[in-house]
Every structure is written in structure tokens, then in C-alpha cells.
């Protein structure tokens, strides 16, 4: 082998042994691997909280208020399905905790009212129900709202008394609303009312919120509906004078099965509150209007009585209109809508009966008009039975002060004279909040015959006029006179609702 490839031979061999001499050096100062441990068990999840419930705490003030006026919340109780909520019924057994207290003597339905037994305060015994009819003995709940609100469902579900049990008439949203009502929709009334029922707001500020919301169902004045008898009736000016507590109940949640909007909704703050307050605390608590136009059209819904079985005695002196029974007790169906009896719309067709009208009763005195309707001038004409006198009171004054002749408005052909953009403002502002934007959201008919504003303005525009007027009998429709209407504001709504679709 030549010299010189046995010389390349050693280098390479020599090469060689000094890499494998470095590796075995750096491998040995390497740091020593830790042996793996042995495996563990997981630790357990940390525990979870449930959910808060969620719900709507302003549709809880309502259910405090009157829990089976409130949309779906009837159904607990059966329901009354194709009626309004307005119309729903309460209990009409007390409540089983109702037995252990005797200083209150209210019964049924008023036993179920969460305010009946802790205050429209919510401070029950400690509050404003602390005394009086009201008076329980029963605690509030103010002192609750730091509870969870499923603790607070547990005890609306009879988890600290079986007798407290409302599960068998509300659902668990029902609960649960009512629930988060209590831990978030509650004040301290003492922040609003002084001790002697004043408000500490300002009137002043108070009117223009008034004026913003309130002024298109209740009037002017607080005295567009009344909430109780023509006897003793009771307007927004008795609610903030009588019971403060009350008025800024509703006026932060609404009413009960009826579209009255929620201050809490409309954003308003608590000196808002107080305010409206201190404005309302200056209303009359006269009434605007007699209260006789809805007695004229169906007296025992005002009542609140069975609509009267047979005909009226007067009836059989007459064979043109062939109705009977509660039809021919209602004034208007004897002298016309439009208060002129032969003489006017109901001269002629199915509704004519050959009765004279009562539009000329203006000219008579109250003694001559009383007497004719307590059967001093014909014994067949005495309503006395059914009415009382502050009742025949309102008819009289009905007759000798609010009716109007209608003619300049509406034409023989039923067509009105009227602008119906001016009306269409109106209807907007307060009628849509009922009958709904087209007017169809009350059906006054059935299913099979529907009837709507619309279908009312247009066959018997008469009849229209004067529940615009004077209201339906036996719920709380604002008067249109009492709102301040003028007989041309009467007339451009009607005009407008001549356009909303009858079917």
C-alpha cells in the first residue's frame, strides 16, 4: 500500500475517534433526566352556580299588583281565552293564609293581591297598611329583595309555608317575574311621600312629563276615566291624594291587563316620579263629563248587573223593531244614537220604533226629567228599580247638558264631515294604544261576524260619535269630551277611522 494512502487511512481513523470521544464527554454532562411520575387522578370540576332566572321584573309589578289581569298569567287559572285581560276574574275563595288575620274584612279575589297583604309600600305591617282596613298584621317584602331569587321562587312555591303556595295559579315565569320584581324593581317610598301622604316633587316638572304620556288617556285633569262608581267615583286626583303609595305603584309598572305604559320602561328617574305625583296631587276630583252617555247606551254594564231578562213594559206599544230582551232596555235603542229617535237615523229600517228622542230634554227641568225616569210621568218608564239616584242623576244631566246634534258632522248618508289627518293624530296618540294602529286589534263582533272601529265608523257612524264622546260602558275608555275633544276633534276621528279596514 503506498505511503501516502495509509497516512490518509490513520487521520480518518484518528478523526473519528475524537468525535466519538466529545460525545461521550458532552453526554455525560448532561443534566440526568427525571424518571416520568406515575399518573394522578384529575381533580373534580370546582362547582357551578345555577343560572340566574331570567325574567321581566316591570311585568312582576303588575302580577304584584293583580296577577290574573295580566296576560298569559290568567291561564293559571283556566284562563279566559277569547276574552281581553281586562276581563279576567279572580279568585273567588280567600287566600288559605287569609284566615290567620281578622283585621281585614275584604274577601275573595282582594285576599289573592300580593299588595293586599305587604303594601303598596311593600312594607306591609311596617308601611302604609300598617293601620286602617287594610291592616294585616302580614310582614312586607322590602326586606327580601337582598334574598336569591330562586330562594324567593321557592317561597311563592310554599317552601316556608304550604299555604304561600302560588304555583297552582301562576307558572314558573309568573314566579319568577314576580320574584325578580321584588330583588330589583323595588323603592323606598319615604323617598318620594312625606308622612303626610305629600309628595316631595315638584308639580311644576311633573306636568310636562303628565303631559308627554298621561294626558291622552286620563285628560287635562286626571278625570277622563273613572276607576270606580258613578257614586263614588274615583280619579287620578283621589289615587295620588287618598293612596300616594298606590299612584307611584302604577305609574312605574302600569295597570294590570291594560296598555298603561311603564315609567320604568319610558326611562323616567325618581325625582319623575315624585314629580308626577306632586302634579297629580292638584287635580280636581271632579268628574269632567256626567257619566250618563254609557248608562244611556247599556246602564247595567255601568251597573255592573245582569242585563235585565224581558222586554221593557213600553215595548209592546210598538211591533216596527223586533228586538227583545236586554236590547230593549238601552235608552239608545228607543231614542238613536244620535238622540233625535223618529226624527233622526233611527227614523227608519230595523232600529225604528216611532219613539221620540231626547235631544229636546235640555229644555226640560231635572224634577220633570227625574220624575220621567223614575216613573213619575208613566209608570212603564220608571228605572228606579235598577238605578240609583246618583245614577239617574247623571242620566238627567246626560240629557239636559251633553247631548249635541250630530248633523253638521255626519251627512244622511253616513259619510262625515271631518279631516281625517287631524283625526288620524288623535287616533294615534290614544285610541291605537287599544284598538291598535288599524283599529282591529278589539273584535266587538265574533269570529264569524267580526266588528272593529272600523266596521262601527262606517255602518253606524252615529254610534261612533257617541262612544267617542262618552266612552264604553263598563270598561275604562277614556271620554273624548273629557279629554277636551271639541265636536270637531269628534268628527276628524271619525273621518279617519272611516278609512281603518272594517274585516
Known amino acids: 500500500m503506498p505511503t501516502e494512502r495509509r497516512l490518509t487511512l490513520v487521520l480518518r481513523a484518528v478523526l ?104 303598596w309600600d311593600y312594607k306591609g305591617a311596617e308601611g302604609a297598611y300598617g293601620s286602617g282596613s287594610h291592616f294585616t298584621g302580614f310582614p312586607g317584602v322590602f326586606g327580601a329583595a337582598d334574598l336569591p331569587t330562586a330562594e324567593l321562587v321557592a317561597i311563592l312555591k310554599g ?30 317610598d319615604a323617598n318620594f311621600v312625606n308622612a303626610d301622604g305629600s309628595s316631595k316633587g315638584v308639580a311644576a316638572s311633573g306636568q310636562d312629563r303628565f303631559d308627554e304620556v298621561c294626558t291622552y288617556c286620563h285628560g287635562p285633569q286626571g278625570n277622563a276615566i273613572n276607576f270606580d262608581s258613578l257614586e263614588e267615583p274615583e280619579f287620578l286626583g283621589h289615587v295620588a291624594a287618598d293612596n300616594p303609595w298606590e299612584f307611584l ?44 252617555g254609557p248608562l244611556y247606551d247599556a246602564w247595567w254594564e255601568v251597573v255592573g248587573v245582569e242585563a235585565p231578562e224581558g222586554d221593557q213594559p213600553l215595548w209592546a206599544s210598538q211591533t216596527t223593531n223586533t228586538r227583545s230582551g236586554a236590547d230593549t232596555w238601552r235608552c239608545k235603542e228607543c231614542h238613536g244614537w244620535d238622540y233625535q229617535g223618529a226624527e233622526g237615523a233611527y227614523g227608519s ?52 247638558e251633553e247631548t249635541f246634534d250630530s248633523a253638521p258632522y255626519i251627512n244622511p248618508d253616513g259619510t262625515v264631515n271631518g279631516d281625517a289627518a287631524r283625526g288620524k293624530v288623535k287616533f294615534e296618540q290614544t285610541c291605537a294604544a287599544c284598538h291598535g294602529i288599524d283599529g282591529m286589534e278589539m273584535n266587538f263582533g265574533s269570529a264569524d261576524e267580526p266588528e272593529f272601529v272600523g266596521t262601527v265608523a262606517a255602518d253606524n257612524p252615529w254610534e261612533f260619535l257617541h262612544k267617542d264622546a262618552f266612552g264604553h260602558p263598563g270598561v275604562p275608555m277614556p271620554a273624548g269630551l273629557a279629554l277636551g275633544y271639541t265636536l270637531e276633534d269628534l268628527a276628524n276621528l271619525l273621518a279617519y277611522a272611516q278609512t281603518l279596514p272594517t274585516k
Open 159 to 188: 317552601s316556608t309555608n304550604p299555604d304561600h303556595d302560588f304555583s297552582s295559579v301562576m307558572d314558573d315565569q309568573d314566579l319568577t317575574d314576580l320574584a325578580l320584581f321584588i330583588t330589583q324593581g323595588l323603592i323606598d
Open 249 to 292: 305603584h302604577k305609574i312605574r309598572f302600569g295597570q294590570p291587563g291594560w296598555p298603561m305604559p311603564s315609567g320604568i320602561r319610558n326611562e323616567w328617574t325618581d325625582e319623575d316620579y315624585a314629580n308626577v305625583l306632586a302634579y297629580a296631587q292638584t287635580f280636581t276630583t271632579d268628574p269632567a263629563v256626567s257619566g250618563g
Open 16 to 119: 473519528l475517534l475524537g468525535i466519538g470521544l466529545l460525545v461521550v464527554a458532552c453526554a455525560g454532562a448532561a443534566t440526568p433526566v427525571a424518571p416520568t411520575a406515575a399518573p394522578t387522578e384529575a381533580a373534580p370540576p370546582e362547582p357551578t352556580s345555577p343560572p340566574e332566572p331570567t325574567g321581566d321584573p316591570v311585568r312582576g309589578g303588575l302580577l304584584y299588583d293583580e296577577w290574573w289581569a295580566v296576560p298569559e298569567a290568567e291561564e293559571g287559572m283556566g284562563g279566559n281565552e277569547g276574552e281581553g285581560a281586562h276581563e279576567a276574574q279572580g279568585p273567588t275563595t280567600d287566600q288559605p293564609l287569609w284566615e290567620t288575620q281578622s283585621t281585614n274584612t275584604r274577601g275573595g279575589a282582594d285576599t289573592w293581591r300580593c299588595k293586599e297583604c305587604h303594601g
Open 349 to 400: 229600517g230595523s232600529h225604528a220604533t216611532g219613539f221620540p228622542g231626547v235631544f229636546t230634554a235640555a229644555s226640560l227641568a231635572v224634577e220633570e226629567l227625574t220624575a220621567w225616569l223614575t216613573g213619575g210621568q208613566n209608570p212603564d218608564h220608571d228605572f228606579s228599580p235598577y238605578l240609583n239616584e246618583a245614577e239617574i242623576a247623571a242620566l238627567v244631566s246626560f240629557m239636559r
